[in-house]
């Protein structure tokens, strides 16, 4: 079964802790994706990947940076959380199917 | 303009009911198109695609109108399990590189 592993579900960090988001696929796919999503919102894309080492700003890339250091992992890092940040974090993987992650629901106190 | 709009909701409806959810696009050159649901604290999962035909599975129906720039989903005889949030989202180009744009979505309640 193919599989999106995004490393926690539910995260608490504090304003200003450098915070990582990982993400991993199993299925091969060059295309990996960081979203998030709040109430009324809807998902906004952070930033994208489509090749190892390669990265696309999103809609909202302000705060964020990303890296892609192997093919199977996208991670999202916020240099310095705030609580505007606070959010469910999306990441999904693509080729001609999309498949998501469990989400990670992140908290900044 | 927004690049996908929905029906903003929420739909509360009866067991047994029809109900139909819309969906607009701002970029005419959208290559594909798709149904995801969302259960509450859940990742998206694709429901459908959407062709310009329309497509059915089931109780679900979808159409495309490119025309019209016009997406929508159909559900008859609601079941309780349907209960979700319906996204409406849009490929703009048909590749897996290009990312998916999301509508807000719709959260449907079906009542017993």
């Known amino acids: 079964d193919v599989k999106v592993t995004q490393s926690s579900r539910y995260l608490v960090k504090r304003t200003g802790e450098k915070v990582f988001l990982e993400c991993v696929q199993d299925m091969d796919h060059e295309n990996m994706f960081w979203y998030r999503q709040d109430p009324g919102l809807g998902l906004r894309l952070i930033y994208f990947s489509y090749d190892v080492k390669m990265k696309e700003k999103g809609d909202i890339p302000e705060g964020y940076s990303v890296s892609r250091e192997k093919k199977e992992r996208f991670s999202l890092i916020l240099e310095s959380a705030s609580t505007n940040q606070t959010s469910m974090y999306l990441c999904?993987?693509?080729?001609?199917?999309?498949?998501f992650g469990d989400g990670t629901r992140l908290s900044i106190l | 303009r927004k690049e996908v709009e929905q029906d903003p909701g929420p739909f509360n409806v009866p067991e047994g009911a029809t109900v139909a959810f819309n969906c607009t696009y701002s970029n005419s050159a959208s290559q594909s198109f798709f149904w995801y649901r969302q259960d509450c604290r859940k990742e998206p999962k694709l429901l459908m695609s959407v062709y310009s035909s329309g497509n059915e599975d089931g109780r679900f129906t979808a159409q495309l109108n490119r025309a019209s720039q016009y997406i929508s989903l159909l559900i008859r005889d609601s079941k309780l399990s349907d209960s979700a949030t319906y996204l409406c989202?849009?490929?703009?180009?048909?590749?897996?590189?290009?990312?998916?744009?999301f509508g807000k979505g719709t959260r449907l309640s079906v009542i017993a």
């Open positions: 999904a993987s693509a080729s001609t199917d999309w498949h």
């Open positions: 989202v849009v490929n703009p180009r048909n590749s897996g590189n290009t990312p998916l744009v």
